[in-house]
């Protein structure tokens, strides 16, 4: 009976151990990212009302992907004493970041702080050929991504904008800050890496050949038709691990939770489908969006 009982036990604790390594190894849902957008500053040659027009246009741009909490530094209640008294640039420095700053950014979940500066703001005008007036507004801005766990900058871009309006100057700032606003996507794509897995492959044709694939993640994340995601297999190289793309797929039916995708090409389905029935650790992350600045693919399937 004593033999029973220890068996029973044991084979209780193989069944537990057994749970939490299946549990370990199952990969997590992405999740909407916290972003931190702090103040931004502005040089000579610009002004506050183009600084404080080009980070709205900023924030808008972030909340239109869709899978951030953008979290406004000027108006969390938090946050806003950090600048109480204090210079922007002080705010997140070489001496505070790992004492009372990076403890109010990581009380709200955010990993990533995104700093801006306008340097540039010029307004002038024209004739043109037809002997009318061309309204013209230049806007340099350059914005950083700020890694709060390292105390880092984790990247940087420049941008340069010179729109025109043959009606006034308020017209050409207004589309200069509508095509920021859209320039975030191509951005926070690049910075800001949306990460995902195979839930599982699609059915095969006649032939044997998967055309697509449901990965995790749809229209909660801001995921849309035409959006493009690498599929990632890890590769040791030496003593290290690495991933590397494998193959490319595209959104074509996005649901709450989950994406189908189209596999582009055949041969690079026949790699994926493989390592997934291996179960190889393959892993999803996000490219970039039709509309992004960037061109697609097309439909290069060759099936």
Same mark, same amino acid.
């Given at each position: 009976?004593?033999? @029973?009982?220890?068996?029973?036990?044991?084979?209780?604790?193989?069944?537990?151990?057994?749970?939490?390594? %299946?549990?370990?190894?199952?990969?997590?849902?992405?999740?909407?990212?916290?972003?931190?957008?702090?103040?931004?500053?502005?040089?000579?040659? %610009?002004?506050?009302?183009?600084? $404080?027009?080009?980070? #709205?246009?900023?924030?808008?741009?972030?909340?239109?992907? =869709?899978?951030?909490?953008?979290?406004?530094?000027?108006? $969390?209640?938090? !946050? *806003?004493?950090?600048?109480?008294?204090?210079?922007?640039?002080?705010?997140?420095?070489?001496?505070?970041?790992? *004492?009372?700053?990076?403890? %109010?950014?990581?009380?709200? =979940?955010?990993?990533?702080? !995104?700093?801006?500066?306008?340097?540039?703001?010029?307004?002038?005008?024209?004739?043109?050929?037809?002997?009318?007036?061309?309204?013209?507004?230049?806007?340099?801005?350059?914005?950083?991504?700020?890694?709060?766990?390292?105390?880092?900058?984790?990247?940087?871009? *420049?941008?340069?904008?010179?729109?025109?309006?043959?009606?006034?100057?308020?017209? #050409?700032?207004?589309?200069?800050?509508?095509?920021?606003?859209?320039?975030?996507?191509?951005? @926070?794509?690049?910075?800001?890496?949306?990460?995902?897995?195979?839930?599982?492959?699609?059915?095969?044709?006649?032939? /044997?050949?998967?055309?697509?694939?449901?990965?995790? /993640? =749809?229209?909660?994340? /801001?995921?849309?038709?035409?959006?493009?995601?690498?599929?990632?297999?890890?590769?040791?190289?030496?003593?290290?691990?690495?991933?590397?793309?494998?193959?490319?797929?595209?959104?074509?039916?996005? !649901?709450?939770?989950?994406?189908?995708?189209?596999?582009? $090409?055949?041969?690079?389905?026949?790699?994926?489908?493989?390592?997934?029935?291996?179960?190889?650790? !393959?892993?999803?992350?996000?490219?970039?969006?039709?509309? $992004?600045?960037?061109? /697609?693919?097309?439909?290069?399937?060759?099936?």
């Amino acid at each position: 009976m004593k033999n @029973c009982f220890k068996t029973l036990m044991a084979l209780a604790a193989l069944i537990a151990a057994t749970a939490v390594c %299946a549990q370990e190894e199952t990969p997590a849902d992405p999740q909407k990212e916290t972003v931190i957008v702090d103040p931004f500053t502005y040089s000579s040659g %610009a002004s506050q009302v183009a600084r $404080d027009n080009v980070r #709205s246009a900023v924030m808008t741009g972030f909340s239109n992907v =869709g899978r951030f909490h953008v979290v406004d530094a000027l108006t $969390d209640s938090r !946050l *806003s004493k950090l600048y109480e008294n204090r210079e922007v640039e002080d705010v997140v420095n070489a001496d505070n970041w790992k *004492s009372e700053s990076e403890a %109010a950014y990581k009380e709200l =979940g955010a990993k990533k702080l !995104l700093k801006g500066q306008v340097e540039l703001h010029y307004e002038h005008k024209k004739l043109n050929d037809e002997g009318k007036w061309v309204y013209y507004t230049d806007i340099n801005f350059t914005l950083q991504v700020f890694d709060i766990t390292t105390g880092t900058m984790a990247g940087s871009e *420049s941008y340069k904008y010179s729109e025109l309006s043959l009606s006034s100057y308020a017209d #050409s700032f207004n589309d200069a800050m509508k095509k920021i606003a859209k320039d975030m996507t191509q951005f @926070c794509n690049k910075h800001f890496k949306m990460q995902s897995y195979i839930l599982e492959m699609g059915e095969a044709d006649k032939k /044997g050949v998967i055309k697509d694939l449901w990965i995790s /993640g =749809g229209t909660e994340m /801001g995921i849309a038709n035409g959006t493009i995601f690498k599929v990632l297999a890890e590769k040791k190289v030496g003593p290290k691990v690495t991933r590397v793309a494998i193959g490319e797929v595209i959104a074509k039916e996005v !649901l709450e939770g989950m994406t189908r995708c189209e596999i582009k $090409d055949k041969k690079e389905g026949e790699v994926i489908k493989e390592k997934f029935n291996n179960q190889e650790k !393959l892993y999803i992350e996000l490219d970039r969006k039709r509309g $992004d600045g960037l061109k /697609g693919f097309g439909r290069a399937f060759g099936f």
